[in-house]
């Protein structure tokens, strides 16, 4: 099977005409972007060489470019507005077709009986040290308790 290769790779500012491509095996290919990586480091050749050797899925390949296409990039407080609110439309939108609640217990249900691994659990004890509710929400939590409490009292107190 041959591969059509960029000579020098779009990343770099090639071009699709026929003097910057060339057709390469499988192999060839994916030692192209190793050399290509080796001396440039550059992320898209590392992520072509991994998974045109196999050392990494199509699914990991797609997630990783999804990581690295915006590391490091700062967005404008405008932009930051914008992808807050598509955010905030997007979920409304799914509560209201159920999307979002069918998500949740899928996601639920596939993790019960799975234990996390202990350094998943340190990291997530970490990232929410220091974290501090507002008074509002302090008052809604020790409502709620005192809402189940009794709801609780009630329910013993029928048996």
Known sequence: MKHIHHIIP?????????????ELTVKEHADAHRKLYEEHGYWQDYC?????????????????????????KNHTKETIQKMRESCKKRTERQRADGTLERANKKRSEAMKGKKKAPEAIENWKKSRRGYKHSPE??????????LQKNVKGIIKSEE
Request: zero cysteines.
């Open 48 to 72: 072509a060489w991994q998974s045109l050797s196999g050392q990494m899925t199509n699914d990991e390949a797609i997630r990783y470019a999804q990581s690295m296409a915006f590391k490091g």
């Open 10 to 22: 779009k990343h770099m500012g090639g071009k699709d005409n026929s003097e910057n491509l060339i």
């Open 137 to 146: 929400t302090i008052a809604k939590i020790k409502a709620k308790r005192a």
